[in-house]
């Protein structure tokens, strides 16, 4: 399998996750009332994490078709993607008043799932971007941010099962 149709493939993964994220929340009803702050925050860190995916894995295959050298495509596209926790920080440190709610049994592990991916991702694109300039840290970042879209999609469809 080349890059081309490994990128193609996680894009189309990431994507049908967003799909079927927007269906959990257009199909799901909740016994307690209006989704909380913190389920309002799961289903953005899904929404984001999916299209994010999407954009990053067609972002080299772009850049090889518009003839720029591999090492080039590579380090561009890591340093772009790089950037983008940018937000995803602020948004962070917007939303820290959600610890404050009561967590699921699911929140434990999510939760060190994502202060583990995300100094990994951080590392994996600098020095993708700063010293190596090859494929793999690119698309191991990809793989550890659609974990984290699907581990969100799960946690969002476990909560909105019924319970006795």
Not at 47 to 63: C, E, R, T
Not at 102 to 131: C, E
């Amino acid at each position: 399998m080349t890059e081309v149709d490994l990128l193609t493939v996680v894009a189309e993964i990431a994507l049908g996750t967003a799909g079927f994220s927007g269906l959990v929340a257009a199909f799901t009803t909740r016994s307690s009332g209006p989704w909380s702050l913190f389920d309002r925050l799961r289903l953005s860190i899904l929404l984001g994490a999916s299209l994010s995916v999407v954009g990053f894995s067609l972002l080299p295959i772009g850049l090889g078709v518009a003839g720029l050298s591999d090492s080039l495509r590579w380090a561009l596209s890591s340093g772009l993607y790089l950037l983008s926790y940018v937000p995803i920080l602020l948004l962070w440190w917007r939303n820290r008043d959600v610890r404050s709610e009561p967590s699921t049994p699911a929140d434990r592990p999510v939760t060190i799932f994502v202060f583990v991916q995300l100094p990994v991702n951080l590392v994996l694109l600098g020095a993708n971007a700063l010293v190596l300039a090859t494929a793999w840290p690119h698309l191991a970042a990809l793989g550890l941010q659609l974990s984290l879209a699907l581990i969100m999609f799960a946690v969002l469809l476990f909560e909105s099962l019924p319970r006795e």
